[in-house]
């Protein structure tokens, strides 16, 4: 039989506040409290600690404080990473970020999903689907970026976009629900 952990992380149903899940958050939320307050004047501490709570990371990551998430174990950032002010990753399922992506204040990126049906969610079940940001993608301050959601390469997400669809690659999209506003580089084929 599998743990709630395994169930997570296999995108199935699973119960939040068991222990061992539990525990790993509270263990992400002392490592963040440590995080958002190391002072800006130590760039290598800050670095140091961010790769300790991410899955993995690229060599060049800068995450402003404050910055939350549940586990961290489930973010992963390439190359040249940059999360602006008070961002939030509700990380159930993995994030995943290709290199040059910048996200802008209050950014908040989610996984975790509840059932549809009442009776369902009233178990407190949830789970998570995964979410990959491509290469070269900046998320304007204030989005929103629902679970499941991958977003191609080169793509801009303006200010307050609420995004509840794949984005495709070198486009901007912008608006809530976000839709396609321009592209950015012809597409080929």
Request: charged fraction near 25%; glycine fraction near 12%; proline fraction near 5%.
């Amino acid at each position: 039989m599998k743990t709630e952990k395994e169930k997570m992380l296999a995108g199935e149903l699973f119960l939040p506040h068991d222990p061992e899940l539990a525990e790993e958050r509270m263990n992400a939320k002392l490592a963040l409290r440590m995080y958002n307050n190391i002072g800006v004047e130590y760039p290598e501490k800050r670095l140091e600690t961010i790769k300790q709570i991410f899955g993995s990371t690229g060599d060049a990551v800068r995450v402003e404080s404050v910055f939350r998430c549940d586990y961290g174990y489930n973010i992963h950032v390439g190359e040249s990473f940059y999360a602006n002010f008070d961002c939030v990753m509700l990380d159930e399922a993995p994030i995943r970020f290709g290199s040059g992506v910048m996200l802008g204040p209050g950014v908040h990126i989610y996984t975790v999903n509840h059932p549809l049906d009442g009776e369902e969610r009233a178990t407190l079940h949830e789970y998570g689907t995964p979410v990959t940001v491509g290469d070269n993608v900046w998320i304007g301050g204030r989005s929103i970026i629902n679970p499941g959601i991958t977003i191609g390469d080169g793509a801009v997400i303006a200010s307050g976009a609420v995004v509840v669809k794949d984005v495709p690659a070198h486009t901007v999209v912008g608006g809530n629900p976000a839709r396609v506003i321009k592209q950015t580089k012809k597409q080929e084929g």
